[in-house]
């Protein structure tokens, strides 16, 4: 079964410090993308990455990079000089084709993780 | 380009009325997801459509439905609302799901059931 978890319930950092939420997932299938995204105290979700499970390329945009490990099921995000507007709930999320051999795919979501940046 | 709209914003309701919310998706985008969002269980997928057919279907009950028209627009329906039903409820549309091309979200429509 898919399963996104998100071991770190809430952090908080002083601003410029550097910071990494973790993800770990699981499923059976071969093919499947990892996302990101963030929620601020708005409500709605931002995209922030797509990933997908044959490109174990680390990624880096602007402050924003991430380490995709497959060996470790792990696909975990750092912020680096953290900023006060970069508080929000993080989400990690997996899709995946599931039993059904879905074409479209859903989300399967982690718990989040509630970052906190302080001045 | 204009992002995913949800209308209305905030909705109260009583216990055992239904409820209708609605979501405008990216122009182009032909794909419209619904998921509700709780403290108690986090995010969690209700459904997808796809050219106005519902392609996938998460582990709700009956009361839950939804539908797409022919110009990608969609609409949710909550019959019976109970307590539990509160929630936020997200809108995301893709050009062909989460195993094509990324989600985008909208505001979400928070739903009060007193």
């Known amino acids: 079964a898919q399963k996104v978890t998100q071991a770190q319930t809430e952090i908080s950092v002083v601003e410029k410090e550097d910071v990494t939420l973790d993800c770990v997932y699981e499923?059976?299938?071969?093919?499947?993308?990892l996302f990101w995204y963030k929620q601020p105290p708005s409500g709605e979700l931002v995209f922030l990455i797509r990933?997908?499970?044959?490109?174990?390329q680390n990624e880096i945009s602007g402050r924003y990079s991430w380490n995709f490990q497959k060996s470790t099921s792990s696909f975990n995000f750092t912020i680096t000089a953290s900023q006060v507007v970069d508080s929000a709930v993080y989400f990690c999320?997996?899709?995946?084709?599931?039993?059904?051999?879905?074409?479209?795919?859903?989300?399967?979501f982690g718990r989040g993780t509630q970052l906190t940046v302080w001045p | 380009k204009a992002g995913v709209t949800q209308t209305p914003r905030y909705l109260i309701k009583t216990r055992g009325q239904q409820v209708t919310l609605s979501c405008s998706p990216i122009s182009g985008h032909r794909s419209v997801s619904w998921y509700q969002q709780t403290p108690g269980q986090g995010l969690q997928f209700l459904f997808e459509?796809?050219?106005?057919?519902?392609?996938n279907k998460g582990n709700f009950p009956g009361r839950f439905s939804g539908r797409q028209f022919s110009n990608s627009r969609s609409e949710m329906n909550v019959s019976t609302l109970e307590l539990g039903d509160s929630a936020l409820y997200l809108c995301?549309?893709?050009?062909?799901?989460?195993?094509?091309?990324?989600?985008?979200f909208g505001n979400g429509t928070r739903l009060t059931v007193t």
């Open positions: 499923t059976r299938d071969t093919t499947y993308y």
């Open positions: 990933r997908n499970s044959f490109d174990e």
């Open positions: 459509y796809f050219s106005e057919t519902q392609r």
């Open positions: 999320a997996l899709s995946d084709p599931g039993l059904g051999g879905s074409t479209l795919g859903r989300l399967y």
């Open positions: 995301a549309s893709s050009l062909r799901g989460a195993l094509n091309s990324p989600l985008h």
